[in-house]
């Protein structure tokens, strides 16, 4: 075996990983982060893009292509694994060496076929627990009338990959990656022959170099990232979404025919209007045929007439390039996207979605913007400030080492980092949609709504610091301060954890702070972070700051800050509850809730300027008070019932 580690060893291509850079990196990103902490704002939209936001589902991984092929090495993960371990199968490193497969059959590592080795599947139920890869001129995998099911924790986990000239020939086959959107990755000299083929889940392909790529009957083809010298041979194919790759210097001066049911379409470098792009594409008799533009930097395009799916633009250079302005589900009359690093003009045309994708060492501001994805790779970095990502083109993730800085920013997909990359999401929810860390990457939500905890798998970590409570409260009382203070790592990462948090409070436009606690070990999570004694303070406006640090020998210090209202106290009123009387909950958000002994009683509510703005008779026990809609302070409930009072101060959230 450890000849067999050699080989691999030397012939796959080397990638290091990156945890010193990103040690630093997460160091001087959260700088940056902290100062423009106590500047955010919650986020509001503006009527104008508020107005067109329309939830979109889940369709496109194209950023498992761009990963691939676009940034790091795809086969680092195969490498590391065939050098270090024994979690992989290898059937080729001998010559001659076959596997044949039939009847019901489990694998749990994954499976490098590779020189001239055959991996063969008839008549076969096939149960795979990794990755498929075929790697050698020589190199095959077949198979005949034979399930797969390839188990997936979360969508995107497993691929199948040829490169080299490796090959992979399904017929009267079915895929079912749990359902969840999958990778097929062509690269170099590979070939894919797919006939009667049926997918169970949406399967993002991704050609380079002279990959080719043949179907002959699928329920689901799914998209197609198309570029290089590839060929595409099509028949009989449902659900075909074409990406049309346009290279710097490239030119894509086009009209796409008719989506939807596509009798035959023929595209090559020799049509007119179209130039420095080399692949070719053929249809014929396919079905639900969309239609996407990848255009990078330096890229000449002019699109007529056409209904576009998706335009995923490309930033390659490593200057720095403002985006804005570009919203889902447009018509375009006559529109040139207000970009400086190439020329992109839609005439009489519409776009569903809009993508962006930074890679190698680029740099990107995006603002005003509703977008289906954006991801960042390489040693990228991408910054977004009121944009909006419907998820319609896929959801938002930092991979490699790149650094995406995300405020005021909502969602309804998922949010990542991969690998040794950095998401800061900040001040912004995720109305659906995960939040997850993975590999050895970094997510931190800060201030953030979301509908569950972030979680990280592989070797990452995830930070949660959030102020959750209060928003008001009223002066010379105890407040209490809730919300999470965290750092979650998986067992077998070697990320710092929490050293400690602490809590302050300001005066906006002050930015003196003033401890409420002093540093406290101990992680919270959706509890109790501190008691804030406000005797003394004046009522106004205040904003309230935590801080949490890693345990690293250079500390990581994350800021988040929420605006906080001090109310005066009603003075001369009391509370003087008679016995038997309970009113909760205290503070109240939405529904107070009235117990008593008494069949019948009259209530009174009264705001903090003494005015009774409610009152009602109740002869219901226990009754409700909706307060949803009064506004967060200091109120009173009074309670009368013959010659009984109960006054009670109520404090709404």
């Not at 905890?453 to 930070?463: C, G, K, L, R």
């Not at 008070?625 to 009072?645: C, R, W």
Request: hydrophobic share 40%.
């Amino acid at each position: 075996m450890r000849k067999n580690k050699y080989i691999i060893f030397l012939i796959l291509l080397f990638h290091l990983t990156f945890s010193h850079a990103q040690q630093s990196l997460l160091s001087g990103a959260v700088d940056q982060f902290n100062a423009e902490a106590r500047k955010s704002q919650a986020w509001n939209f503006s009527n104008s893009i508020k107005s067109k936001i329309t939830q979109q589902p889940f369709e496109s991984g194209v950023k498992q292509y761009l990963e691939k092929f676009h940034s790091t090495q795809f086969l680092d993960k195969v490498r590391k694994k065939a050098f270090t371990t024994d979690s992989i199968l290898i059937i080729g490193a001998t010559p001659g060496d076959s596997l044949i497969i039939t009847g019901n059959w489990l694998c749990k590592v994954d499976i490098l076929v590779f020189g001239d080795g055959k991996l063969r599947f008839k008549n076969a139920n096939a149960t795979l627990l990794g990755n498929l890869y075929v790697w050698g001129e020589k190199a095959e995998i077949t198979a005949d009338s034979s399930n797969f099911y390839i188990p997936q924790l979360y969508f995107y986990q497993r691929a199948i990959v040829a490169a080299g000239a490796g090959k992979v020939r399904f017929n009267h086959v079915t895929l079912d990656f749990s359902g969840l959107s999958h990778n097929i990755v062509a690269a170099d000299s590979s070939t894919f022959e797919f006939t009667d083929v049926k997918k169970v889940g949406f399967t993002t392909n991704g050609l380079s170099g002279k990959a080719k790529y043949s179907i002959n009957g699928t329920n689901l083809a799914g998209e197609f990232v198309i570029g290089d010298k590839c060929q595409l041979d099509f028949h009989n194919a449902n659900t075909v979404l074409l990406w049309h790759e346009v290279p710097p210097n490239g030119v894509f001066h086009f009209n796409f025919p008719p989506a939807g049911n596509v009798a035959s379409y023929n595209f090559n470098p020799h049509l007119p209007g179209i130039g420095n792009i080399d692949y070719q594409i053929k249809l014929e008799n396919c079905s639900d045929v969309m239609w996407a533009l990848m255009p990078a930097d330096g890229s000449d395009i002019d699109v007529m007439d056409s209904k576009i799916r998706a335009i995923g633009l490309w930033f390659l250079a490593p200057d720095s390039v403002a985006v804005s302005g570009l919203v889902n589900n447009s018509t375009y009359t006559d529109f040139t996207a207000s970009l400086s690093d190439r020329s992109l003009r839609l005439r009489n045309s519409s776009v569903q979605t809009w993508n962006l994708y930074s890679m190698k060492k680029s740099k990107i501001s995006v603002q005003g913007c509703i977008v289906g994805e954006i991801g960042a790779m390489g040693t990228s970095q991408v910054r977004t400030n009121s944009v909006f990502v419907d998820g319609s083109g896929g959801y938002m993730w930092a991979n490699d080492t790149s650094f995406f800085m995300a405020f005021s920013t909502p969602l309804t997909t998922s949010v990542r980092s991969e690998r040794n990359g950095i998401m800061i999401f900040a001040y912004s929810p995720l109305n659906f949609g995960t939040a997850t860390a993975l590999g050895n990457s970094t997510l931190l939500s800060i201030q953030s709504s979301l509908p569950e905890e972030p979680v990280a798998y592989d070797n990452a970590s995830v930070w949660n610091v959030n102020i959750l409570q209060p928003s008001s409260g009223i002066s010379n009382s105890i407040i209490p301060i809730t919300g999470y203070a965290l750092i979650d790592r998986t067992p077998t990462s070697d990320h710092a954890d929490m050293a400690w948090y602490q809590i302050y409070f300001s005066v906006p436009g002050n930015d003196s702070l003033k401890e409420i606690t002093s540093k406290i070990s101990i992680e919270k999570r959706n509890e109790t972070l501190a008691e804030w004694n406000t005797t003394g303070l004046k009522p106004g406006q205040y904003l309230l700051h935590i801080f949490v640090s890693d345990a690293s020998i250079n500390p990581v210090i994350v800021e988040a800050v929420r605006a906080f209202t001090l109310n005066p106290g009603i003075v001369g009123i009391e509370n003087r509850n008679t016995s038997g009387v309970k009113v909760y909950p205290n503070p109240v958000s939405n529904i107070l809730h009235i117990n008593t002994q008494w069949e019948k009683y009259y209530a009174t509510i009264i705001n903090s300027n003494g005015i009774t703005i409610w009152q009602g008779i109740h002869d219901q026990n226990p009754a409700d008070i909706d307060m949803t809609a009064f506004p967060s302070g200091l109120y009173v409930l009074k309670l009368n019932h013959d010659q009984e009072i109960s006054v009670s101060k109520i404090i709404k959230q």
